[in-house]
């Protein structure tokens, strides 16, 4: 089986289908398009798709109405928004139907390649054909399964509470894991695509490890425009990792993030706590002197 799925991408407007159609093929993805809710539904009748991103906001068959029509019919395609600005109560709303996550329009090609990458491995997953065995082994060791566990039998029936649980679970592994993220389904009675939108959704979880000093570079589009790729990469090529790696000697993670909402101070990259803003591409980093 491919270790990439077919992805759908679903939205009113051509630019968004062409724009989307431009990275993801450009990474090797077979792509089709749809204009709306009611082609896409005709098109998932005829032919199976890994992975739907879809817009919320259309004509006729909106958003919502596909996710619904998604997991009733193809309960194993992966869903991911595409939009602007969505409700509260939107995003509340397809967070309950098992989204995998959002990508907010419009799109840096870095972040639609990041939220495709976490989309992708959540369907192979699915299908049990993720590595396992790598995740499983000692990121989750048993001593911390039976903490966990207490933590869910408080929480257990308490409306509202699986945000709490994961946090807990964030501060007791440092991250969560899938194992962790099943346990927490499975002890908790909410479907596992529940959790893992949870926690793919909010960007204080993360599903991969971090070092002592967590490096968040904003490729949102204020910091985009202002060359954060340029700072991502002298960072990359410094600390020898890439973007969602940790250094060996476990000091330092680097991650990405759409927006830190200091976009006026942008190219902003923040360490730990700390924000820094108008970084220079080519010094970024002295940026991490003080945490060396
Ligand atoms: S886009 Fe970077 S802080 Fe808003």
């Known amino acids: 089986m491919s270790d990439k799925p077919n992805i759908l991408v679903v939205d009113d407007e051509s630019i968004v289908i062409r724009s989307a159609e431009l990275v993801l093929k450009g990474a090797g993805y077979e792509v089709e398009g749809a204009n709306g809710g009611r082609e896409a539904i005709a098109k998932m009748e005829q032919k199976s798709y ?23 019919a193809r309960p194993d395609t992966g869903i991911v928004i595409l939009t602007g600005y969505p409700s509260q109560d939107t995003i509340k709303e397809a967070l309950s139907l098992g989204i995998i996550d959002y990508v907010p ?51 257990r029936d308490k409306p509202g509470s699986l945000i709490p649980v994961l946090q807990r679970a964030q501060e007791m592994i440092g991250w969560l894991p899938v194992p962790a993220l099943r346990r927490i ?45 340029e700072v991502m990469k002298t960072l990359e090529e410094g600390l020898g990792v890439e973007v969602g790696g940790v250094t060996p000697d476990r000091k330092f993670s680097l991650e990405e993030v759409r927006c830190l909402g200091a976009c006026g101070l942008a190219p902003v990259v923040m360490v730990d706590s700390d924000t820094f803003a108008g970084i220079d591409p080519k010094a970024a980093m002295d940026v991490l002197k003080p945490y060396g």
């Open 105 to 155: 329009k419009p799109f840096t090609p870095a972040v639609l390649l990041d939220v495709t990458q976490r989309a992708v491995h959540w369907v192979l997953e699915r299908r049990g054909a993720a590595g396992k065995g790598e995740e499983e082994k000692e990121d989750f060791p048993p001593s911390m399964a039976a903490e966990l566990d207490k933590v869910i039998e408080f929480y």
């Open 50 to 72: 890994g992975l739907v991103f879809t817009d919320l906001k259309m004509p006729e068959v909106d958003g919502i109405t596909l996710i619904r029509w998604v997991r009733n």
């Open 185 to 229: 389904a499975q002890g908790m009675n909410i479907p596992p695509a529940e959790v893992h939108s949870v926690t793919t959704f909010y960007s204080f979880f993360t599903m991969k490890p971090r070092g002592d000093h967590n490096v968040r570079v904003c490729l949102g589009t204020a910091c985009y425009v202002k060359r954060a790729e």
